[in-house]
């Protein structure tokens, strides 16, 4: 059985110390947790406090993204090395908001996939359509080509380190969510190309989160589908009190 997974994707939000206040209140409330993975992937500048924060609780660090290269003159970037150091497990590599706004494509995700498995982190990788995609019936094409080109190369052991996170991108932010069925749809799907390029054992055992305004009135819900394996929260994950009921969703009715 696949471990269930809740990462908490910060965005641009929280200063250190707003940062460390939140996992200081995230701790105490989950110190009982043992049945599920807790993730939680602030802005780069508090990584460091936080990771020294967390040690200890159960609760992983992640980052948001990475480069695909060891070190260099590349303003601006920052190396897994980089977040291995400061207490990274986990990277989130090619989110909806890399590929639209920052023009990132599936052969530079590839890339970033490639150095976070080679260097150790766990990377959280996204795929999802548009609404217009949708619309038109892409669905399905477009999440098998940025599975294809965003695992090329990769072997079935580095299939085995990836966690997959379907974020269909109309439904990020704007507080509409796929209907569970859509996302079970989606996720059986993934599991199934996954299946296909690699072998079913491999896709059996493959995580699967969900991301896309998750919320606590959705989360239990989403989590009683077959093929979704956690949840990539956003604007959710912002509000310990929040989080922490998404965390606990077996125990919302």
């Known amino acids: 059985m696949i471990r269930p997974l809740i990462t908490g994707n910060w965005k641009m939000f929280k200063t250190p110390r707003e940062s460390l206040d939140f996992v200081g209140r995230l701790k ?11 993730v939680i992937a602030p802005p780069f500048t508090s990584l460091y406090p936080v990771g020294v924060a967390l040690k200890g609780s159960g609760i992983h660090l ?4 990475l480069y695909d290269k060891t070190e260099g003159a590349y303003t601006g970037e920052i190396s897994a090395r980089m977040l291995i150091d400061v207490g990274c497990a986990y990277v989130i590599v090619g989110h909806s908001e890399r590929r639209t706004l920052f023009g990132e494509k599936d052969k530079m995700i590839n ?24 619309e038109a019936g892409k669905t399905f094409t477009i999440i098998e ?15 085995g380190e990836i966690l997959v996170a379907y ?61 979704i394996n956690g949840a990539l929260v956003g604007g959710a994950s912002l509000d310990v009190e929040t989080f922490v009921r998404i965390v606990n ?4 009715s």
């Open 145 to 159: 080509q940025q599975i294809k080109e965003g695992l090329n190369q990769l072997s079935a052991d580095d299939i």
């Open 62 to 65: 992640a980052a948001q993204n």
């Open 111 to 134: 890339g970033k996939l490639k150095m976070a498995i080679q260097s150790g982190l766990k990377p959280i990788f996204c795929i999802g359509e548009t609404l217009a995609e949708r």
């Open 28 to 38: 105490e409330a989950l110190s009982d947790i043992r049945e599920l993975d807790v």
């Open 249 to 252: 969703y077996k125990k919302i």
């Open 167 to 227: 974020e269909p991108v109309w439904a990020i932010g704007t507080g509409k969510t796929a209907a569970p069925e859509q996302a079970q749809e989606a996720h059986a799907f993934i599991r199934g190309v996954i299946a296909g390029d690699y072998q079913e054992e491999l896709a059996d055992n493959l995580p699967i989160l969900y991301g896309g305004s998750v919320s606590t009135d959705n989360i239990a819900k989403l989590m009683a589908q077959r093929d």
